[in-house]
């Protein structure tokens, strides 16, 4: 064998290259295991030796890491870069107020960025996933990342793959391999051998990290883990990105506008001064500081600091993020499409009765129905712990024995099991959708023996699951089929079966999820179900919870439409029943497509590709493995009380972060240009590069507080878009008049106080970041700044420099920053200036919210393109 040559420097506990082409029995000694797992002892030692089962190494995200990267941002950069300049023309005290400045602001993003990322690992432990491995011959749930090389890993359907391995036995084993090959259809594993030379595909006997398992049950021997599997070697080839979120296409997009402006503005003063015969050096280090001065160069940590403030307070609520910037689509959602157990419902779910095929109570019925759901090992559900749960064991059980097992699939509905009555005939019961087990039944079991399934018959059953279906029970249907000596079953074994009779399941709607879509459609969010359960029950809960239930649309009408007469369709439809799963990702995309930011609720193997077509995908701890991993969002309760807390701390990020935006953009915009201007029209610069640099760096402090200020009810009330239009229309607004009262500042020390250099620069200064620093009270809320009270933190802050602000020109340092004293007659004018400020900037606002609520609101197209596919996120 080709791959035998590799073996002799194969380290211990390891296996030869083409693993999937031994024999079973060579592999485990290889492997120095068993098919009885590992020993806990064993298994501790691998795991030094192979390292821990990820894609990656942890990163140790240190202190001093965290730290080194705050100097690679551009504006940094240009900073070092001035601080250099001043060097080298002998400005040295310059360069070390530059180098203060830049060493100042580099510890205060540190600082946030370091805190937020050391919150969000704590809260991403919470969610870590586990898996079933047989471990000292016992069953154990551990942590993925703990698999080793040489473990025995249980699967059933539901679980995402955690290694590489061949399979040691199977039962109708289905996975989805999509992640790796593409195939979109489920593919057919068994134990056995492939060719050594077998391509991913061809490898039937093989399982691989980051792929699905669709149905059936298997035991897997691990041989390949973390950075040594399929899914790593071919990574980088692989398309893993996560498609762009709306509030990371915004900040993209208000990143390009800043550069636009910023660029105008440096090329434009630059080339001005130096006509104008002022000093080179001087002219760049001015143009370079124009340009830092405007941009919100604390942006990145203020964002990360809302993100990770946002998160904690909604792991608080129940609310884990797995994606920190799926935070802001939270907040814009506008609908959601969600399941209807466990959120409308219960979840609770209880058997209600047993009854044969003449709707009379059966205590056979049920004794098929617990033989049948006792002894099946694959998918876990809570139909069947109802069945199990609804009565004490009976002793007449321990008659049976269990011979074979045909798993569930979403294709069929149905659960089989084979059954031995003691030495008697084999009995093959199945359980499953009504429709589906009538499908496969030719005979009717009553009480007296069995009978031809006519018309008349299967009319007569459909019309009792309709009659129990209108009154809000979820029905199955149950068959048998008789065999002699018969030894192993398969899906074909189906067919020719006696319908013996049904079981009714009630799953109440839950207590106050009335009130809670109350509190949904206040907030702007509409509620759409989508489920497998048929037209009848999805529309007597619907009715019992409060939303339309005139307004269906099943899974046999949907597919007879086309794409845009699904868009067309699903604007006018509430109620999407009897939906296959792959039907599910249509629907969420063509409301997506029909302008919605969506959301969508699911535990279950078949939600994750409607998990991974949502604006933002929401599951709950206990889902399968594959859900779990293709959401956004995990709920710690199944509950939509916990998505509204979600949805307004969602908001209130979102508000928050847009408050730094539109307080440093206005500012510091009106600011440059007036700067820009002066510098044209007076025969010495209106302020030097440091004390630019040094007036940015006081106006961001307070900017740290905006993580936790207060946000008004009133802005958490609708969903919250990025609109880079508004943005510009606010940046130029408050920009004029910050800029209308920086010409009254430089009128007033020209003419009226008749300033020179130093003291206009002073005075300048002080007024300038007096402002900064009260413009955020009047910005932050939409009502009068008066009646909206902000964090204790942020006034504090501002107040604070505030005072530092007044009080430099007459400290030691002032020599330094080349200011001197201001006379109180001047102060107290700059004083009345701000003042005068605030209120014209607050009749500004009213003005401009005003004018802005005024207009039609068109529907805003949230879904966009995203051609990226989420799916690598399963295996990362």
């Not at 946002?310 to 802001?328: F, K, N, Q, Y």
């Amino acid at each position: 064998m080709a791959s035998a040559a590799l073996s002799v420097n194969r380290p211990p506990g390891a296996a030869e290259h083409a693993y999937w082409s031994l024999e079973t029995d060579r592999l485990v000694e290889q492997l120095e295991t068993s098919t009885s797992g590992l020993l806990s002892v064993d298994a501790a030692i691998r795991l030094g030796k192979f390292g821990r089962n990820a894609l990656a190494p942890r990163s140790s995200g240190s202190a001093f890491t965290v730290f080194a990267r705050q100097f690679r941002s551009p504006l940094v950069l240009i900073l070092v870069f001035a601080a250099a300049v001043s060097v080298f023309v002998g400005e040295g005290h310059e360069a070390v107020i530059i180098g203060a400045i830049v060493l100042a602001s580099c510890v205060l993003s540190f600082t946030q960025e370091y805190g937020a990322s050391r919150a969000m690992e704590a809260l991403q432990q919470r969610i870590s996933r586990k898996a079933t491995v047989l471990r000292d011959s016992f069953e154990q749930s551990v942590d993925v990342e703990t698999i080793v090389p040489g473990d025995v890993v249980c699967l059933s359907a539901g679980n995402l793959i955690p290694v590489d391995g061949v399979i040691l036995e199977a039962r109708d084993f289905n996975v989805s391999e999509s992640v790796l090959t593409g195939e979109t259809f489920p593919v057919v594993k068994s134990a056995g051998r492939s060719a050594s030379g077998a391509g991913i595909a061809q490898r039937t006997n093989a399982v691989f990290t980051g792929t699905s398992v669709r149905s059936g049950t298997a035991k897997v021997l691990a041989v390949a883990t973390g950075a040594r599997t399929e899914f790593a070697s071919i990574a980088e080839a692989l398309e893993r990105r996560v498609p762009e979120t709306e509030f990371a296409r915004g900040i993209r997009m208000f990143g390009y506008l800043m550069t636009e402006i910023m660029l105008a503005i440096v090329i434009l003063v630059f080339f001005a001064n130096v006509m104008l015969h002022r000093p080179l050096i001087e002219s760049l280090l001015f143009s370079l500081a124009l340009a830092v001065g405007l941009t919100p160069e604390l942006l990145p940590a203020i964002i990360s600091v809302t993100l990770a403030s946002g998160a904690r307070a909604m792991a608080a609520s129940g609310v884990m993020v797995r994606r920190l910037d799926a935070i802001e689509n939270l907040g814009s959602m506008d609908l959601l499409c969600t399941d209807k157990t466990g959120t409308l419902t219960e979840g609770v779910i209880r058997l209600d009765g047993s009854f044969d095929v003449e709707g009379k109570p059966s205590s056979e019925v049920l004794l098929w129905a617990r033989l049948n759901a006792m002894l099946q090992t694959g998918l876990k559900n809570p139909l069947d712990e109802a069945i199990t749960t609804a009565q004490p064991v009976r002793d007449d059980l321990y008659r049976f024995t269990k011979i074979d097992e045909i798993p569930y699939d979403f294709v069929r509905k149905r659960l089989s099991v084979a059954v031995r009555e003691g030495m008697r005939e084999e009995i093959l019961i199945t359980k499953g959708a009504v429709h589906n087990v009538l499908d496969v039944c030719s005979l009717v079991q009553g009480p007296h023996g069995s009978r031809s399934l006519d018309l008349a018959e299967r009319e007569a059953i459909e019309e009792k699951f309709r009659h129990w279906s209108a009154q809000g029970y979820r029905v199955l249907g149950l068959a048998i089929r008789r065999f002699q000596n018969k030894a192993g079953f398969s899906r074909d074994d189906e067919t020719a079966m006696a319908f013996g009779g049904f079981l009714l399941f009630l799953d109440p709607p839950k207590e106050g999820v009335r009130k809670t879509l109350s509190a949904l459609a206040d907030r702007g969010i509409g509620v759409k179900v989508i489920s497998g359960d048929n037209r009848y029950v999805a529309a007597h809960l619907a009715e019992a919870v409060g939303l339309r239930s005139d307004r269906i649309m099943t899974g046999e009408d949907l597919s007879k439409l086309t794409k845009n007469g699904l868009l067309a369709g699903v604007r006018k439809t509430d109620l999407f029943v009897e939906i296959d799963p792959n039907q599910k990702e249509r629907i969420v995309e063509a409301l997506r497509r029909s302008g919605h930011v969506v959301g969508y609720l699911g535990d279950g193997i078949n939600d994750a590709p409607a998990l991974h077509e949502a604006d933002i995908g929401i599951s709950v701890d206990t889902a399968v493995d594959v859900a779990r991993e293709a959401a956004d969002i995990i709920l710690l309760k199944r509950d939509l009380s916990v998505l509204v807390r979600g949805v307004e701390d969602g908001r209130r990020t979102f508000a928050n972060t847009m408050k730094y935006i539109s307080i440093t953009t206005s500012a510091n915009f009106g600011n440059m240009i007036s700067m820009a201007a002066a510098s044209l029209y007076l025969p010495f610069l209106p302020l030097l590069a440091k004390q630019i640099l040094l007036n940015n760096f006081l106006a961001d402090i307070p900017a740290l507080a905006i993580a936790s200020d207060n946000v008004d009810p009133d802005q958490l009330r609708r969903p919250r878009h990025w609109d880079i239009h508004f943005v510009r229309k606010f940046m130029i607004s408050f920009g004029l008049v910050s800029s209308l009262f920086d010409l009254l500042t430089f009128a007033f020390l020209l003419y009226v106080a008749h300033a020179e250099a130093s003291m206009f620069r002073t005075g300048w200064f002080v007024e300038s970041l007096l402002t900064q620093l009260l413009i955020p009270l009047v910005i932050r809320t939409r009502k009068a700044f008066w009646t909206s009270r902000p964090s204790r933190l942020l006034a504090a802050l501002a107040l604070t420099v505030g005072g530092i602000a007044i009080s430099i020109p007459y400290t030691p340092v002032a020599n330094w920053l080349a200011m001197v004293p201001l006379p109180l007659p001047v102060l107290l004018g700059l004083l009345a200036i701000t003042a005068t400020y605030v209120v014209v900037s607050e009749l500004t606002k009213h003005l401009l919210f005003d004018h802005e609520n005024g207009k039609p609101r068109g529907r805003r197209n949230s879904g966009r393109d995203r051609s990226v596919s989420k799916s690598a996120r399963l295996a990362g």
